[in-house]
């Protein structure tokens, strides 16, 4: 079970959000550099980064950010990022500077087929990020909920080839209420490919509970809020998860 400490970018520094909103968001870290150093320190081995201001302007906003990290951390660990990618060239930029996974969210629901080229070209290197209230999936960060389902567009994305799917529960995101298991169980049981938990992760209930079900086919989850306040110690946490399913 891969514990994925998050780094949200928002003007260049590091904060975590409730529930999508940039008004409600909290900085941990003028130096998300820093922060990164921290938790592959203590045995990170991937980090989330999402650039916050390019989810919402629709192209990459915090890229001087993303590329320090990557020249710091990127040989040491995978990092995989989100947030404002919506052409083959910023993927194409982004994996030469050292990212390893680019999480396509709005773009894969909105443009289907452009996620279709981006599988072709950079196959094994992309992630789709499906945010969902209620099994209805949710676009444009959050603001907006579809009418789509979201084991049917995990199934047909699957068939496009991509990595894993990262699967949040919207309504739990930075609100430390817990990992929607049913939910997250239920999409994996549904698909070959890797899921990634995210969404309300607050203890170490939630790890032990997401390692019973690794073999479902939940590869991981994204560790924020939790891990930043301090009601997880995330090497503890990694720990457990190691000695529990090895």
């Known amino acids: 079970m891969l514990l994925i400490p998050a780094i949200?970018?928002?003007d260049g520094h590091c904060v975590r959000l409730q529930q999508g909103d940039m008004k409600l968001s909290t900085t941990?870290?003028?130096?998300?550099?820093?922060?990164?150093?921290?938790w592959v320190d203590k045995g990170a081995r991937r980090l989330h980064l999402v650039d916050l201001n390019g989810a919402f302007a629709g192209h990459p906003k915090n890229e001087s950010a993303i590329r320090?990290?990557?020249?710091?951390?990127?040989?040491?660990?995978d990092v995989q990022l989100g947030g404002g990618i919506r052409d083959l060239d910023t993927i194409e930029r982004y994996l030469d500077a050292g990212l390893r996974?680019?999480?396509?969210?709005?773009?894969?629901v909105r443009n289907p087929?452009?996620?279709?080229?981006?599988?072709?070209?950079?196959?094994?290197?992309?992630?789709?990020?499906?945010?969902?209230r209620d099994g209805k999936v949710a676009t444009d960060g959050w603001s907006k909920l579809t009418r789509h389902d979201v084991v049917d567009l995990g199934k047909k994305f699957e068939?496009?080839?991509?990595?894993?799917?990262?699967?949040?529960?919207?309504?739990?995101?930075?609100?430390?209420?817990?990992?929607?298991?049913?939910?997250?169980?239920?999409?994996?049981?549904?698909?070959?490919?890797?899921?990634?938990?995210?969404?309300?992760?607050?203890?170490?209930?939630?790890?032990?509970?997401?390692?019973?079900?690794e073999d479902e086919g939940v590869e991981g989850v994204i560790c924020g809020r939790a891990i930043y306040n301090g009601n997880l110690d995330f090497e503890t946490a990694q720990e457990r998860a190691d000695e529990l399913n090895g």
């Not at 320090?68 to 660990?77: A, F, M, P, Q, Y």
């Not at 070959?192 to 997401?210: F, Y």
């Open 101 to 108: 996974y680019v999480i396509i969210g709005t773009a894969a």
């Open 68 to 77: 320090k990290i990557l020249k710091d951390v990127g040989s040491e660990v």
């Open 113 to 132: 087929g452009f996620l279709q080229d981006a599988c072709t070209a950079f196959g094994g290197h992309i992630i789709v990020g499906l945010d969902a």
């Open 159 to 213: 068939d496009f080839g991509v990595e894993s799917i990262i699967y949040t529960d919207i309504g739990r995101d930075g609100m430390l209420t817990g990992i929607n298991i049913e939910a997250t169980v239920r999409l994996a049981q549904a698909l070959t490919i890797p899921v990634i938990a995210s969404g309300g992760l607050s203890n170490m209930a939630d790890i032990e509970a997401l390692c019973a079900v």
């Open 28 to 38: 941990f870290s003028e130096e998300p550099i820093v922060m990164a150093r921290k």
């Open 8 to 10: 949200d970018l928002k």
